[in-house]
Nanobody
Framework: QVQLVESGGGLVQTGGSLRLSCAAS????????MGWFRQAPGKAREFVAA????????YYADSVKGRFTISRDNAKNTVDLQMNSLKPEDTAVYYC?????????????????WGQGTQVTVSS
C-alpha cells in the first residue's frame, strides 16, 4: 500500500517562499510519475507541477511557471516543490500524487495515489 505524506505548508507573506515535501512509503517512487496539485476553497483541484520518473522532465501550470520548481530524490522517496514569489492566489491545500505514466499529467482523475494535503496560505 502506497502512502504519501506532504509537509512544509504554512503562512507566508506575498513574495515569500515555501518548500513543500512529499514523502512516500510502502513502495519506492522511482517507477512513478509524480505530480503536485492544489485546491482552493470552492474551486476544483488544479494541476501545479509534475516530474518524470527519472527527474529529467518537468511540467508546470502557466500560473506557476518561473516561480515554482519541482524536484525528486528517488533514493529518499521524496518529491519537493519549491515555491518562490508567492501570491495570495497561490493559497490552497497542496497535494502530491503519483501515477504510472505521464499521459495527460494535468488530469487529477488519472492519478492513483494521493496524500492528505498541506495548507499554504499567502497573506497580502
Amino acid at each position: 500500500q502506497v502512502q504519501l505524506v506532504e509537509s512544509g505548508g504554512g503562512l507566508v507573506q506575498t513574495g515569500g517562499s515555501l518548500r513543500l515535501s512529499c514523502a512516500a512509503s510502502g513502495r519506492g517512487i522511482s517507477t512513478y510519475f509524480m505530480g503536485w496539485f492544489r485546491q482552493a476553497p470552492g474551486k476544483a483541484r488544479e494541476f501545479v507541477a509534475a516530474i518524470t520518473r527519472s527527474g529529467d522532465g518537468t511540467y508546470y501550470a502557466d500560473s506557476v511557471k518561473g516561480r515554482f520548481t519541482i524536484s525528486r530524490d528517488n533514493a529518499k522517496n521524496t518529491v519537493d516543490l519549491q515555491m518562490n514569489s508567492l501570491k495570495p492566489e497561490d493559497t490552497a491545500v497542496y497535494y502530491c500524487a503519483q501515477k504510472r505514466t505521464s499521459y495527460n499529467y494535468a488530469a487529477p482523475a488519472l492519478y492513483d495515489y494521493w496524500g492528505q494535503g498541506t495548507q499554504v496560505t499567502v497573506s497580502s
